[in-house]
């Protein structure tokens, strides 16, 4: 076919172009993020600032399940307040270092989330969402009504893993750069998974899980391994805001509202994209944080995350981040494709490279064997269609 | 039937084959212990009167729904109430009636779904190695729709999206191959093309089950047809023993 090279090798320049592009665009945002502390003007700023990291740890880790495999889980507060719970418990109770008691809460959670999937997964869309947001409730209840292990409604006092010397704005810079270092973890697993035949698997679970399961996808194991691997993010996210805001109590523990911010965040930002969670959260997580500092105790900013809900869901289905690609990639120059070439121009350009192009055409097709269709059922088919 | 006929079959080696197969939807039963053997090697197709079972047949043989009673083999190993994935890793690769692809995928990412090894190190490695993708182009060119690669499967058109999906059960390289209604709402000139596809894979050695209502498609190309009626075969042989079949008159026309 006369334009096959040209085609192969813009792609090339265009793939080469986008990966410096990314580069760049990755490196930029690290420094916007590793700078943040210094440029915050108060330590207020600042504990906003890991309130949005924090945030953005949950929306990535919600994102393994919601964004690959399209289960839409309002839930996920289960598994941050038991993060966070779990923490706290072990380092009151055991002794153990926090950020190994952390680290230990994580798997704790991850393994409980093994038996909750199972269960969980059996069942798809509405349903699914309704299963998750009914564990919410019955661990609201639970932490709340057993007062002697889990300080019931009085809350959890969870010792802080920097000593006393180390003051408030300091605990705040420090947390904040864990927080990032989290979020680093969880976004590399993330595009790990987003580039691997697994990958491959849960986005066609999320296209459509009966055809996925026809091609060989065993649906259900990987199904488990995205909801578990989603878990242990959410927990180790849940366990690091313990550490850092040393308070727990069930009410925003176990919220619906929590799990739904982190839908919320997700769908904003793009949940098909490995960034999305995180700008997400930045919007939502800051949105939030002023409209309480303006608006004191009222529900407004209740009001407000609801209809921004409802306008991402009218306008941009499919968040953010692909909004705006779509909108670069209308700039871009166009991509090559059939409809470009009508069977006349084709004709025509057959005509002016002479008799040698068509014999090396045919030489290509008897070299390869099999009936590949000539450039002109091709094009008859694109004209069709 | 002649005794030729029923001698022939008997020589060839089964590839799907069930005993008694049965599948009730409250108290319509669907399948209705249905014993049939389809042929290795061969193309064999599936026909019937609308509501004569066959996809109920078809999706119990893939694992879709479990049966109620009977089995169902794969050359020779029992499969029955196998999940789909397992049966299709079997080498048993199928395709959806109204046809079936990932919508928000592209072509190629649509290709690259099938599984062929589960095994961990190749499965957390870059869906996008040289040789799947150097498999996939070989065979999106052999369906004609390799200029498409980078289109969202959405965007292209039903008969490229019915291209995409044989491709795309071709890259798990199964043995067996089946399909439902390949010909359905598809324009003459691609049923054609659909056809010598098959025509050239069989020649390749991979088995073919085509459950179609297109009568001229069927006839033309398969070497084995079964003919389903209320649930059960009722006749089974060669294109022309089947045609002029006084029971499979009766089935479709009621006379």
Same mark, same amino acid.
Not at chain 1, 220 to 236: N, P, R
């Given at each position: 076919?006369?334009?096959?090279?040209?085609?192969?090798?813009?792609?090339?320049?265009?793939?080469?172009?986008?990966?410096?592009?990314?580069a760049?665009?990755?490196?930029?945002?690290?420094?916007?993020?590793?700078?943040?502390?210094?440029?915050?003007?108060?330590?207020?700023?600042?504990?906003?600032?890991?309130?949005?990291?924090?945030?953005?740890?949950?929306?990535?880790?919600?994102?393994?399940?919601?964004?690959?495999?399209?289960?839409?889980?309002?839930g996920?507060?289960?598994?941050?307040?038991?993060?966070?719970?779990?923490?706290?418990?072990?380092?009151?109770?055991?002794?153990?270092?926090?950020?190994?008691?952390?680290?230990?809460?994580?798997?704790?959670?991850?393994?409980?989330?093994?038996?909750?999937?199972?269960?969980?997964?059996?069942?798809?869309?509405?349903?699914?969402?309704?299963?998750?947001?009914?564990?919410?409730?019955?661990?609201?209840?639970?932490?709340?009504?057993?007062?002697?292990?889990?300080?019931?409604s009085?809350?959890?006092?969870?010792?802080?893993?920097?000593g006393?010397?180390?003051?408030?704005?300091?605990?705040?810079?420090?947390?904040?750069?864990?927080?990032?270092? &989290?979020?680093?973890?969880?976004?590399?697993?993330?595009?790990?998974?987003?580039?691997?035949?697994?990958?491959?698997?849960?986005?066609?679970? @999320? !296209?459509? !899980?009966?055809?996925?399961?026809?091609?060989?996808?065993?649906?259900?194991?990987?199904? &488990?391994?995205?909801?578990v691997?989603?878990?242990?993010?959410?927990?180790?996210?849940? +366990?690091?805001?313990?550490?850092w805001? +040393?308070?727990?109590?069930?009410?925003?523990?176990?919220?619906?509202?929590?799990?739904?911010?982190?839908?919320?965040?997700?769908?904003?930002?793009?949940? @098909?994209?490995?960034?999305?969670?995180?700008?997400?959260?930045?919007?939502?997580g800051?949105?939030?944080?002023?409209?309480?500092?303006?608006?004191?105790?009222?529900?407004?900013?209740?009001?407000?995350?609801?209809l &921004?809900?409802?306008?991402?869901?009218?306008?941009?289905?499919? +968040?953010?981040?692909?909004?705006?690609?779509?909108?670069?990639?209308?700039?871009?120059?166009?991509?090559?494709?059939?409809?470009?070439?009508?069977?006349? !121009?084709?004709?025509?350009?057959?005509?002016?490279? +002479?008799?040698?192009?068509?014999?090396?055409?045919?030489?290509?097709?008897?070299?390869?064997?099999?009936?590949?269709?000539?450039?002109?059922?091709?094009?008859?088919?694109g004209?069709?269609? | 039937?002649?005794?030729?006929?029923?001698?022939?079959?008997?020589?060839?080696?089964? /590839?799907?084959?069930?005993?008694?197969?049965?599948?009730?939807?409250?108290?319509?039963?669907?399948?209705?212990?249905?014993?049939?053997?389809?042929?290795?090697?061969?193309?064999?197709?599936?026909?019937?009167?609308?509501?004569?079972?066959?996809?109920?047949?078809?999706?119990?043989?893939?694992?879709?729904?479990?049966?109620?009673e009977?089995?169902?083999?794969?050359? *020779?190993?029992?499969?029955?109430?196998?999940?789909?994935?397992?049966?299709?890793?079997?080498?048993? *690769?199928? /395709?959806?009636?109204l046809?079936?692809?990932?919508?928000?995928?592209?072509?190629?990412?649509?290709?690259?779904?099938?599984?062929?090894?589960?095994?961990?190190?190749?499965?957390l490695?870059?869906?996008?190695?040289?040789?799947?993708?150097?498999?996939?182009?070989?065979?999106?060119?052999?369906? *004609?729709?390799?200029?498409?690669?980078?289109?969202?499967?959405?965007?292209?058109?039903?008969?490229?999206?019915?291209?995409?999906?044989?491709?795309?059960?071709?890259?798990?390289?199964?043995?067996?191959?089946?399909?439902?209604?390949?010909? *359905?709402?598809?324009?003459?000139?691609?049923?054609?093309?659909?056809?010598?596809?098959?025509? /050239?894979?069989?020649?390749?050695?991979?088995?073919?089950?085509?459950?179609?209502?297109?009568?001229?498609?069927?006839?033309?190309?398969s070497?084995h047809?079964?003919?389903?009626d209320?649930?059960?075969?009722?006749?089974?042989?060669?294109?022309?023993?089947?045609?002029?079949?006084?029971?499979?008159?009766?089935?479709?026309?009621?006379?």
């Amino acid at each position: 076919m006369p334009s096959a090279s040209d085609t192969v090798s813009t792609t090339d320049r265009r793939s080469r172009g986008s990966v410096a592009l990314k580069a760049v665009g990755l490196l930029v945002l690290a420094a916007a993020v590793l700078s943040f502390p210094s440029v915050a003007a108060n330590p207020f700023i600042l504990s906003v600032g890991v309130v949005i990291m924090s945030y953005a740890v949950l929306a990535t880790s919600w994102n393994f399940v919601g964004g690959f495999t399209g289960y839409i889980s309002l839930g996920h507060a289960a598994y941050s307040g038991l993060g966070g719970y779990a923490t706290g418990l072990l380092v009151i109770h055991t002794g153990v270092n926090p950020w190994l008691g952390m680290l230990l809460a994580g798997l704790a959670v991850a393994v409980l989330a093994v038996p909750i999937g199972i269960a969980s997964l059996r069942v798809r869309g509405a349903s699914f969402v309704i299963v998750s947001i009914a564990l919410v409730l019955i661990l609201l209840l639970v932490f709340q009504s057993w007062g002697s292990f889990t300080g019931g409604s009085n809350g959890l006092r969870v010792p802080r893993p920097f000593g006393p010397e180390v003051l408030r704005p300091e605990q705040h810079e420090r947390f904040f750069y864990l927080h990032a270092a &989290l979020l680093a973890v969880a976004l590399l697993t993330w595009w790990l998974i987003d580039r691997s035949r697994f990958g491959m698997g849960l986005k066609a679970i @999320r !296209e459509d !899980e009966d055809k996925a399961q026809a091609l060989g996808v065993p649906t259900f194991t990987y199904k &488990l391994i995205a909801f578990v691997v989603s878990a242990f993010f959410t927990a180790l996210g849940g +366990g690091l805001y313990a550490l850092w805001f +040393g308070f727990l109590d069930p009410i925003f523990q176990f919220s619906i509202l929590v799990g739904s911010y982190m839908v919320l965040m997700s769908l904003l930002g793009g949940i @098909r994209s490995l960034f999305g969670p995180f700008l997400g959260a930045v919007i939502v997580g800051y949105a939030v944080e002023y409209f309480k500092n303006q608006y004191g105790d009222t529900q407004f900013h209740l009001v407000a995350m609801g209809l &921004l809900l409802g306008l991402v869901v009218l306008f941009m289905p499919d +968040g953010i981040i692909p909004a705006a690609t779509n909108l670069v990639d209308r700039f871009r120059p166009q991509k090559t494709s059939i409809r470009e070439v009508t069977q006349a !121009e084709l004709a025509e350009q057959r005509r002016t490279a +002479g008799p040698e192009a068509a014999q090396a055409d045919q030489q290509a097709r008897t070299d390869d064997g099999t009936d590949i269709p000539t450039s002109d059922s091709t094009v008859t088919e694109g004209a069709r269609s | 039937m002649t005794a030729t006929a029923d001698a022939a079959p008997a020589q060839q080696t089964a /590839s799907l084959a069930t005993v008694g197969l049965t599948k009730r939807f409250g108290g319509v039963t669907a399948v209705d212990g249905a014993s049939v053997t389809f042929h290795h090697g061969k193309v064999n197709a599936l026909i019937g009167p609308n509501g004569s079972g066959k996809t109920t047949f078809f999706n119990c043989v893939t694992g879709m729904i479990k049966p109620d009673e009977g089995t169902v083999s794969y050359r *020779g190993a029992d499969i029955t109430g196998k999940a789909p994935h397992r049966i299709a890793r079997a080498g048993v *690769g199928r /395709s959806f009636q109204l046809c079936r692809v990932f919508p928000r995928m592209t072509v190629m990412e649509n290709m690259l779904v099938a599984v062929r090894s589960t095994s961990l190190r190749r499965q957390l490695a870059s869906a996008r190695d040289a040789e799947e993708l150097d498999r996939a182009r070989g065979l999106l060119a052999r369906v *004609g729709i390799e200029h498409l690669e980078h289109s969202l499967a959405r965007d292209i058109s039903y008969g490229q999206q019915k291209l995409l999906e044989l491709a795309g059960v071709l890259m798990a390289d199964p043995e067996t191959i089946m399909l439902d209604e390949p010909a *359905g709402g598809v324009n003459p000139a691609l049923i054609d093309r659909i056809a010598n596809l098959v025509r /050239s894979l069989n020649a390749e050695g991979k088995t073919f089950i085509v459950v179609e209502h297109n009568m001229e498609l069927v006839m033309g190309l398969s070497d084995h047809v079964v003919v389903f009626d209320r649930g059960r075969p009722i006749c089974e042989g060669t294109p022309t023993v089947v045609q002029s079949d006084p029971r499979v008159l009766e089935a479709y026309l009621g006379i």
